[in-house]
Structures are given as C-alpha cells and as structure tokens.
C-alpha cells in the first residue's frame, strides 16, 4: 500500500514538474530596440521573481539628433499565459540616465548635459519558442521623464525585443 502511495506522489510530482516547464524561463537576456527620444538600443535582462512575476532590467543608449544619451531601468512586470508560447504581461518601473548634447546643436554656446529620472509602465505581448530557448516580445512603454534634455516630459518609447531564455 505503501509503494501506491509512493507512485501517486512520483506522479503528481512530475505532472506538475512538466507543467512547470511550459510556463517561462527563470533567466532572459538579449536586446530590445525601442523609439522614445531617437532609436535606441537596450541590453535587456529578465529575471522570474515567481509563478506570475518578474524583474526585467535594462541598459540602454540612444543617439536623438546631436544628443547621447545613457539609460538604466528596472521594471517590476506581471505575466499571463494567452496560449501555449504566447504570453501577456503588464508592469511599472523606473529609472536614471544622463545625456550630453554636442556644442554645435547649442548655437556654439557650449555643450549642454545632465542626469534625468524616469518614471514608466509596461504593456506587452511576447512568443516563447518551444524549439529552442529564444523569445521574441514587442511592448509599448510610456514614460514620463524628470529634468529631461528634450523638455518633452512624457513619450511612448514601443520596443521589440529578442532574448535568450535559460
């Protein structure tokens, strides 16, 4: 009677170990293109805090007409699953960056530069491959931007992003 028992819990304990493979990956990292402030270019790392939550961190720069700029970013993200590999997720973060501004796009006055903070939310939808462990995602951030260099406060910066998972 015992071993029935034994085998009933080794079953369960597999059904819910598979199923645990099909939802998402502890770890992501790859690259998110986005266009708020010029088109820029994110290292963009994932990390699963739990069954529907996670922490995605990203370091990006941007070039806007004569104006670099540096970015960090943390997003604290819930996820749904739509369909087998297609997932939903929603969230808000924040963050901080610098910029400098070249002293010909300032009528010779000089160079121009700062730091700014950035306050953001996150929509979007993302394909996990279940062939091999690539995700691709395209999400839609609007940010609202602190002691920006561009005195535009708020934007929508939309990405499309493509990582490995493991």
């Known amino acids: 009677m015992k071993k029935s028992y034994y085998y009933f819990y080794l079953f369960i304990g597999f059904a819910f170990s598979s199923h645990a493979q099909d939802t998402i990956q502890k770890n992501a990292i790859g690259l998110r293109l986005g266009n708020n402030h010029g088109l820029g270019i994110e290292i963009s790392y994932q990390r699963k805090l739990n069954l529907k939550n996670r922490l995605e961190l990203d370091f990006g720069w941007t070039k806007d007409n004569h104006t670099d700029a540096v970015k960090i970013s943390g997003i604290y993200q ?29 009528d010779g006055y000089g160079s121009d530069n700062g730091i700014f903070f950035v306050i953001n939310g ?19 951030r609007p940010e609202f931007m602190f002691n920006n ?6 934007g929508f910066n939309l990405g499309l992003a493509a990582r490995y998972r493991f």
Request: glycine share 12%.
């Open 78 to 106: 819930w996820y749904w699953n739509i369909d087998k590999e297609i997932d939903w997720y929603a969230g808000f973060g924040g963050g901080l960056g610098s910029w400098n501004t070249n002293d010909n796009y300032n």
């Open 122 to 140: 996150d929509i979007g939808i993302e394909y996990n491959f279940k062939e091999f462990p690539i995700q691709l995602a395209i999400d839609l």
């Open 149 to 154: 260099y561009d005195k535009d406060d708020f």
